[in-house]
């Protein structure tokens, strides 16, 4: 069964910094893609950021360079999401998603797109406050 499960949400002060956690586990792929995603309130899911355990390459989208850093450990059993300068915009509920990595697969944008994920963890809450 696959399992992802988010940790590290919270109340944090605007100039503040948050660190996620995705613990990571029965994927059955040997290679594979996990990514993080946000949905505030009353807006549609957006790609935060994401990474291929094939080569450990990681890309975060381009709004968000420079404050978010997406990290893992060695066997990619747990993903991070560095966040700092945090702003009020970035509340959000923040998830951690899943897929298999495509045979010889090309990354063609900075961003994870929601419907290429099947495997989702419930999310956890980040609210910054201004």
């Known amino acids: 069964e696959v399992r992802l499960v988010e940790s590290g949400g919270g109340l944090v002060q605007a100039g503040g910094s948050l660190r996620l956690s995705c613990a990571v586990s029965g994927i059955p792929f040997d290679d594979y893609v996990v990514a993080w995603f946000r949905q505030a309130p009353g807006k549609e899911r957006e790609g935060v950021s994401f990474?291929?355990?094939?080569?450990?390459?990681?890309s975060v989208a381009a709004s968000l360079k420079g404050r978010f850093t997406m990290s893992s450990d060695n066997a990619m059993n747990t993903v991070y999401l560095e966040m700092k300068s945090l702003k009020p915009e970035d509340t959000a509920v923040y998830y951690c998603?899943?897929?298999?990595?495509?045979?010889?697969?090309?990354?063609?944008?900075?961003?994870?797109?929601?419907?290429?994920?099947?495997?989702w963890g419930q999310g956890t809450q980040v609210a910054v406050s201004s």
């Open positions: 990474m291929s355990s094939a080569d450990g390459y990681t």
């Open positions: 998603a899943g897929r298999p990595l495509g045979p010889d697969e090309k990354f063609y944008y900075d961003y994870p797109r929601e419907a290429e994920f099947g495997f």
